[in-house]
């Protein structure tokens, strides 16, 4: 199992770590030509997927209603995901969807939004960076035809200039025609800035967790779950796509979860209010300061949750309620999205 996770904090891949190479001539030639299959099978992935309609009488149609619990907070397969606690979680609402293109396009028309990626970078905030880094843009996710070793990520995650939510894969490609899948290549407080426009919040990340196991306060199973969007075959230069995509998905393609909710595990991480810390703070105890920097050399970081289409068996097993990540709060990525809540009397 591989322990390696993709986030990609801006220090390191100015860093472009680069490990003892593999020996990976016949592996590499064959991963190759599974590479190719997968683009093919992308130019037919379908653009929408037929979500049943809102309950137009709901006080909230196009959210759901989460009781209030206790649970078993985090998980146990990987460092980050322990201690479990447990944990209570007041009722609220959560979007039953994660935000799409077209919803965040009306909050950016309305008013008149620049999210980070399509600003300036701020060089104060991050000494040293190389000049290809301190453009305007984002990380965006390419798939290499082959790898030396996974422990640099830098073979798949790319710094992109011009990367931002209009241009998720860099300035050549665009979102027309793709208004229902989710928002990508947005930072915290990009979707912070949305979700107030909504009169919503974010989630912290034990609300977020407690929807996503459908307010069931049962042990998971870690398997790769065969109804969300992950990555079928050997990350990260073989994608089978046996789910039926290959990249992201739109909105709503999956079977939503005993709650309504749709796509909570897999397609892409959401952000969660939380400022990050490797491991649960005990209980009682103050979250980290998410304004000063948690490590040196980088920017405060979130908790992001769900894994993404990226999520496979070989590498980062984060298909589960309990797996979290950090990620650098003001760095937007190719499969980093958001949903909001609502705290508000319930049905
Ligand atoms: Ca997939």
Redesign the pocket.
């Known amino acids: 199992m591989q322990q390696a996770r993709t986030p990609m904090p801006r220090a390191l891949l100015s860093a472009g770590l680069t490990l003892a190479a593999a020996a990976l001539a016949y592996g590499g030639w064959l991963w190759f030509s599974q590479g190719l299959q997968a683009e093919r099978h992308a130019r037919v992935e379908r653009l929408h997927c037929d979500l049943p309609a809102p309950d137009a009488h709901a006080p909230h149609p196009a959210m759901r209603w989460v009781p209030a619990g206790s649970f078993d907070f985090g998980d146990t397969l990987y460092p980050e995901e322990q201690p479990v606690q447990k944990t209570t979680v007041a009722g609220f609402w959560i979007d039953r969807t994660e935000v799409s293109n077209e919803a965040f396009a009306a909050f950016v028309a309305a008013t008149g939004y620049v999210t980070q990626a399509e600003r300036a970078v701020d060089a104060a905030r991050h000494p040293g960076l190389p000049p290809a880094m301190r453009k305007p843009g984002a990380v965006v996710f390419v798939m290499p035809n082959a790898v030396q070793g996974q422990g640099d990520l830098t073979q798949w995650w790319r710094y992109t200039a011009g990367a931002n939510w209009r241009h998720p894969g860099g300035p050549a490609t665009g979102i027309d025609g793709r208004g229902a899948f989710p928002v990508v290549a947005v930072s915290y407080e990009d979707a912070q800035a949305y979700a107030r426009w909504k009169g919503h919040a974010l989630p912290s990340e034990a609300q977020w967790e407690w929807a996503a196991r459908a307010a069931q306060a049962t042990t998971q199973d870690p398997a790769q779950p065969p109804q969300a969007?992950?990555?079928?075959g050997l990350f990260p230069v073989a994608?089978s796509?046996?789910?039926?995509?290959?990249?992201i998905?739109p909105v709503g393609c999956y079977p939503p979860n005993a709650l309504g909710l749709f796509d909570m595990i897999?397609n892409v991480w959401e952000i969660t209010a939380d400022a990050y810390a490797p491991g649960h703070p005990p209980m009682g105890a103050a979250p980290p300061d998410p304004v000063s920097p948690l490590r040196a050399g980088t920017a405060a970081q979130r908790v992001i949750k769900g894994g993404s289409?990226l999520c496979a068996p070989n590498y980062c097993m984060r298909y589960r309620a309990g797996s979290r990540q950090p990620q650098d709060e003001d760095l937007g990525a190719s499969h980093l999205g958001f949903r909001t809540v609502l705290l508000a009397p319930g049905p």
Do not use: I
């Open positions: 969007n992950t990555w079928q994608n796509a046996d789910d039926g995509f290959v990249g998905a897999g289409f």
